[in-house]
């Protein structure tokens, strides 16, 4: 049984920084391409940042690029988002998810291109 469970998340003030992880289990982690989406309240779920199997490439959203930071220990099946200088629009729930089909694309950013999801940490951004 496949499980991706996020931990991290919280309530932080415009600039502050959070470090998200999801740690996965019943899958062969390292063989897969694994990412990081956000949904808002009453809005589609958003692709944030994508990482490949061996940890070297990696792939974000316009609206996050050089502010987050994705990467991946395959020694202890975790994934992290490393978040800085973040800003209210960034307050959502943030759900990691694992692309087991796609071959090691990185730039799939439709939610569909995943297999398995977490159930997410919610991250609020006060203003």
């Known amino acids: 049984q496949v499980q991706l469970v996020e931990s991290g998340g919280g309530l932080v003030q415009t600039g502050g920084s959070l470090s998200l992880s999801c740690a996965a289990s019943g899958l062969a982690f390292s063989r897969f391409t694994m990412g990081w989406f956000r949904q808002a309240h009453g809005k589609e779920r958003e692709f944030v940042a994508a990482?490949?199997?061996?940890?070297?490439?990696?792939y974000y959203a316009d609206t996050v690029k050089g502010r987050f930071t994705i990467s991946r220990d395959n020694a202890k099946n975790i994934l992290y988002l490393q978040m800085n200088s973040l800003k209210p629009e960034d307050t959502a729930v943030y759900l990691c998810?694992?692309?087991?089909?796609?071959?090691?694309?990185?730039?799939?950013?439709?939610?569909?291109?995943?297999?398995?999801w977490g159930q997410g940490t919610q991250v609020t951004v006060s203003s």
């Open positions: 990482i490949g199997w061996g940890g070297k490439s990696t």
């Open positions: 998810a694992a692309d087991t089909t796609s071959g090691g694309v990185i730039t799939n950013t439709d939610p569909m291109g995943y297999t398995y």
